[in-house]
């Protein structure tokens, strides 16, 4: 098991920048599959960027990886736990709840291709939301 706490939402004008942090607890698993996903009003959760955790491996979803690039960037502190996803530039559309979530199950291999699907993720936290203004 792990427990997953998100922070850093808020509210910004377009083109500022927000720091969301995903705080690790209570798992025995020294690596695993993490992603970050957002769910705007009315829409599918989707997956925004995934880490192996421990390895440093990241992946950005090809659908989304056009409009994050360069914008959006995961990294992680080993020490703290604790998994980021870095956001500059914000656009409106960029407007969310933002979710982290793990997939004890995936391996790195399988993390770092982006095989693990929405259902994969077993673990979410409560969410944070990320509001961007124009």
């Known amino acids: 098991q792990v427990q997953l706490v998100e922070s850093g939402g808020g509210s910004v004008q377009a083109g500022g920048s927000l720091r969301l942090s995903c705080a690790a607890s209570?798992?025995?698993?020294?690596?695993?599959?993490l992603g970050w996903f957002r769910q705007a009003p009315g829409k599918e959760r989707e997956d925004v960027a995934i880490?192996?955790?421990?390895?440093?491996?990241?992946?950005?979803?090809?659908d989304y990886a056009d409009s994050v690039r360069g914008r959006f960037t995961v990294s992680e502190d080993n020490a703290k736990n604790t998994v980021y996803l870095q956001m500059n530039s914000l656009k409106p559309e960029d407007t969310a709840m933002y979710y982290c979530?793990?997939?004890?199950?995936?391996?790195?291999?399988?993390?770092?291709?982006?095989?693990?699907?929405?259902?994969?993720?077993?673990?979410w936290g409560q969410g944070t939301q990320v509001t961007v203004s124009s």
């Open positions: 209570g798992s025995s698993y020294s690596s695993y599959c």
């Open positions: 979530a793990a997939a004890l199950g995936v391996g790195a291999r399988s993390c770092r291709r982006g095989d693990a699907g929405v259902a994969d993720f077993g673990y």
């Open positions: 880490i192996y955790t421990g390895r440093g491996y990241t992946y950005y979803p090809a």
